[in-house]
C-alpha cells in the first residue's frame, strides 16, 4: 500500500508560480511511476504531467507544457510539480497518484493510489 500526501497549493495571482509536493510512504517508491492530475469544478479529472518509476522520462498535457515541471527525489521518497506562468484555468484540486509500474499513466484508470488532493486558485 502507497499513502501519497500533496502540499503546497494555495491562492496566486495570475503568471505566479507553486511548487507541489507529493510525500509517499512506500519503501519502494522507485518501483512505482507517478503523475499529477487535476480536477476543476464541475470537471473530470484530468491529466497534468507524468514521471516514470527513475525519473529518466517525463509527460506533460499540451495545456502546461513549457510551464509545468515534473520530477522526483527518490531518497525524500518525493513528488514535485513545479508551476509556472500560472493562469486562472489552472484553478483545480491537484492529485498525486503513483502506478506500479516502470512506466507512467496519463488517464485515471491507470492509476493505483491516489492522494487526497491539494487546492490550487489562480486568480485573475
Known amino acids: 500500500q502507497v499513502h501519497l500526501v500533496e502540499s503546497g497549493g494555495g491562492l496566486v495571482q495570475a503568471g505566479g508560480s507553486l511548487r507541489l509536493s507529493c510525500a509517499a510512504s512506500a519503501r519502494t517508491f522507485s518501483n512505482y511511476a507517478m503523475g499529477w492530475f487535476r480536477q476543476a469544478p464541475g470537471k473530470e479529472r484530468e491529466f497534468v504531467g507524468a514521471?516514470?518509476?527513475?525519473?529518466?522520462?517525463?509527460y506533460y498535457a499540451d495545456s502546461v507544457k513549457g510551464r509545468f515541471t515534473i520530477s522526483r527525489a527518490s531518497a525524500k521518497v518525493t513528488l514535485y510539480l513545479q508551476m509556472n506562468s500560472l493562469r486562472p484555468e489552472d484553478t483545480a484540486v491537484y492529485y498525486c497518484?503513483?502506478?506500479?509500474?516502470?512506466?507512467?499513466?496519463?488517464?485515471?484508470?491507470?492509476?493505483?493510489?491516489w492522494g487526497k488532493g491539494t487546492l490550487v486558485t489562480v486568480s485573475s
Open positions: 497518484a503513483a502506478k506500479y509500474s516502470p512506466s507512467p499513466g496519463y488517464a485515471a484508470g491507470d492509476m493505483d493510489h
Open positions: 514521471i516514470s518509476w527513475n525519473g529518466g522520462t517525463t
